[in-house]
């Protein structure tokens, strides 16, 4: 164990108000801090609608060093605060070297995994599964115009098509309106509706099943606090909803989250539209960054001006748990190994797809 590190796992509630204070402290310092997921508001609703929700709070030497917000699982792994929601997570530090392998042994659970950890945080380099992926960002800093110019510079042709499919919905003979900040329920129903529907027709995890998953979400769009805030955005035509769009802010960052589109206007491109129109309007609102998340799409690389590391993997320390789980990487890289095609992949797909519904059932 590194000399000096001592760790205390407690609930939301025990969290006490100067320690809350020296979170929101570690936080404005730094930037790469700024998404909504660190706000100490995600952790507390989080906590409201699951009873494995914790913090493990670490000193070094004495001194109070960081935060850890997570849930410990039944099973004995503990994930990122949000499970399946959380897109990017890490130590709320000003100490970004902190030691997470020291503080997994000072707090006696086995297993920490993740998936979406900041890369700048050695803590979790340290750890990871394979190389840094780029979770992309667009940059407003310098406002709009100048993003859009970046975005054409980098790939001039499909910015070409973007602006063609905003001239199209401009020119439309229809009623179009953008509502960025919607506070209609009905709204964020539609949205929710179409997402799980999405989910059915690919065949993916609808992480909606969950009764906590939807609670978040709807305690998140009532939330209006200056460092988190749920944020609906909707474009309707001729008074029917062609894309929407939820997510959360702070004051600096956007975390895209939840796009839908309505295939009827697909032609239209409307998601697209909707993206430029939050953009060029949440520039004029102290957003300075968006932040898309990680993923190989199209529409990440053309609106993506920037991005930062993040990385995967699990930090351990010798327990049952861990057993279970190297048994289960050691089956998937002998898989790996086999001349078998596309089937070598099959088990460690099957290995994540349960890792994902576990955590979005809290298991």
Not at 56 to 78: K, Q
Not at 101 to 121: I, P
């Amino acid at each position: 164990m590194a000399p000096g590190i001592s760790t205390q796992i407690i609930t939301v509630d025990q969290l006490t108000d100067g320690q809350r204070m020296a979170w929101k402290a570690m936080q404005d310092s730094n930037f790469a801090l700024a998404s909504p997921y660190f706000a100490p508001e995600f952790t507390e609703i989080l906590a409201t609608h699951r009873a494995d929700t914790r913090i493990l709070i670490v000193s070094r030497n004495g001194t109070l060093a960081g935060f850890l917000p997570m849930h410990l699982s039944r099973s004995g792994v503990a994930r990122p605060i949000g499970g399946p929601l959380g897109d990017h997570h890490g130590f709320i530090t000003d100490q970004p070297e902190l030691d997470l392998e020291a503080a997994l042994m000072s707090a006696g659970f086995g297993v920490f995994a993740f998936h979406g950890a900041l890369a700048d945080q050695t803590a979790f380099l340290k750890h990871c599964d394979g190389p840094p992926e780029i979770s992309w960002v667009s940059d407003l800093t310098r406002g709009y115009d100048a993003f859009m110019a970046e975005c054409a510079a980098n790939d001039a042709k499909a910015m070409r098509n973007i602006r063609a499919r905003l001239r199209k919905l401009e020119n439309l003979d229809a009623k179009v309106v953008f509502r960025i900040d919607d506070r209609r329920p009905e709204a964020l129903d539609a949205l929710i509706t179409a997402k799980r529907e999405q989910y059915r027709r690919t065949h993916a995890l609808d992480i909606f099943v969950a009764p906590w998953v939807q609670a978040t979400i709807l305690d998140l769009f009532e939330t209006r606090e200056p460092g988190l805030r749920g944020l609906l955005s909707t474009l309707e035509i001729d008074g029917q909803l062609a894309a929407a769009h939820f997510g959360m802010r702070s004051q600096s960052v956007l975390h895209y989250w939840f796009p839908v589109f309505w295939p009827e206007h697909a032609n239209l491109g409307p998601g697209l539209s909707l993206y430029c129109e939050m953009a060029r309007e949440l520039s004029r609102d102290g957003i300075t960054q968006i932040h898309m998340g990680p993923g190989d799409y199209d529409f990440k690389r053309r609106l993506g001006n920037a991005g930062f590391g993040v990385v995967s993997g699990q930090a351990q320390r010798p327990s049952l748990t861990q057993a279970v789980i190297a048994a289960g990487r050691g089956l998937d890289r002998f898989a790996q190994s086999l001349p078998l095609g596309r089937a070598s992949n099959w088990p460690g797909k099957a290995i994540r797809r349960i890792d994902k519904w576990a955590s979005v059932h809290a298991l």
